[in-house]
């Protein structure tokens, strides 16, 4: 019942049933109305203008008007108001007219055809032959029931109004929620698209690495190959594994699927440790309090070095890379890597896309801090300062 209320009260889209239902209540509100006032009014004494049954008649003739109503209210109203002056029933529809042009058009116009129903009122008592009420009767009975009109009709298109202009925000907020979760998931993409683009080039420059080797030693003994040949397979089986990993968290429907953990400082001597199985000479020392920094800030700073390391093999292969993590929370978290850089004539053993620092800087941005690489004294050197709060 209150969901038929609300929607008699503000239509929404596709309301036909609706309408239908409307226009009965509307057609029967007017035939009910004016048949009240057929049984109090004059149409059943003598020297009325039309028998009763004539006014019955065109009562009903006005209430099925009103069926057109939604489409021409005012053309509607207009039209029935002077059949007041003959017709009692027509009273109901005319009552009904008005209030359909109270909502649906402005007040000015709804008002105006409401004081000329209740100012046909004297043609009434011309035409019609010692009526039985006085004509100041008439005037209070037709005003109180136009006033009653009107004010529900302007009550409605105010509620209409209203509505409908609570759904708009509504809608807009829907739109700006989706639109958030739009970019949250764009942001979070892009993430992803670094993550792979560190881990990859980590692992792959190892697979490289170790390639190389085997092409230039053809005299290798064959312990030597076995152990390229398993460093080639570990590696390019995590690269794989991880690969997976970050693919399936962007497929469709891979939504509620838990991330896997991702690393963080305490796990970057586990990464220098794996550089030195490889191959690589690493010096590290690691000078922070036990606790370390936050998630976010932990794995920024693995990435560094893990980038760090990376470029340092493509650049300086054989050459020893020292790594330097220190800091404390409330200072900064300070990561330095730096090796010898390569002869003008040496080119680097792996190929890469010349992204790596464009990458390190964007993410050490992102975390508010600042990255400084520069070439001194035959010497690489990288350095990023990140804020530790406390």
């Not at 009552?95 to 359909?100: D, E």
């Not at 892009?190 to 080797?213: N, P, T, Y």
């Not at 699927?257 to 030195?276: C, H, N």
């Not at 680097?348 to 964007?362: D, H, K, Q, S, T």
Request: glycine letters at 10%; hydrophobic letters at 50%.
């Amino acid at each position: 019942m209150s969901a038929l209320l609300f929607a008699l009260l503000v239509p929404g889209p596709g309301s036909a049933r609706r309408d239908r239902v409307a226009d009965g209540i509307a057609v029967t509100l007017a035939l009910a109305y004016g048949a009240l006032m057929l049984r109090l009014g004059d149409a059943t004494r003598t020297g009325a203008l039309l028998p009763w049954p004539a006014d019955a008649l065109v009562g009903t003739l006005c209430a099925l008007a009103l069926l057109r109503r939604r489409q021409h209210p005012v053309a509607v109203a207009a039209v029935l108001l002077p059949v007041t002056t003959v017709s009692v029933m027509a009273t109901g529809a005319v009552i009904v007219a008005l209030f359909t042009v109270a909502v649906r058009r402005r007040g000015q116009v709804a008002l105006l055809l409401a004081v000329a129903y209740v100012a046909v009122v004297p043609a009434y008592f011309v035409l019609h032959d010692n009526p039985e009420f006085p004509l100041w009767v008439d005037f209070v009975v037709r005003t109180f029931t136009a006033a009653g009109a009107l004010g529900w009709g302007m009550f409605v298109r105010a509620y209409r109004r209203l509505t409908a202009s609570l759904r708009e925000h509504a809608a807009r907020l829907e739109a700006e929620q989706n639109l958030r979760v739009d970019q949250a998931r764009l942001t979070e993409r892009a993430r992803i698209a670094r993550e792979m683009h560190d881990v990859l080039a980590h692992r792959m420059s190892m697979v490289s690495l170790h390639a190389g080797a085997l092409e230039v030693r053809t005299d290798a003994r064959p312990d030597e190959i076995a152990i390229a040949a398993s460093a080639i397979r570990t590696s390019a089986h995590e690269a794989l594994q991880e690969l997976r990993g970050v693919i399936g968290v962007l497929r469709e429907g891979a939504g509620g699927r838990p991330e896997p953990p991702q690393p963080g400082l305490t796990d970057v001597p586990g990464l220098v440790e794996s550089a030195r199985a490889m191959g690589m000479a690493v010096g590290f020392r690691c000078d922070t309090p036990p606790g370390g920094p936050s998630v976010v800030l932990g794995r920024t700073a693995y990435r560094i070095v893990q980038e760090g390391l990376t470029n340092a093999r493509k650049h300086a292969p054989g050459e020893r890379v020292d790594v330097l993590v220190s800091g404390a929370s409330g200072t900064e978290l300070r990561i330095r890597i730096t090796n010898p850089c390569p002869g003008p004539a040496r080119p680097a053993e792996v190929p890469g896309a010349g992204l790596g620092l464009v990458g390190m800087a964007e993410r050490v941005a992102l975390a508010g801090g600042s990255l400084d690489h520069a070439h001194r004294d035959g010497t690489f050197h990288l350095e990023a300062r990140f804020p530790w709060p406390s």
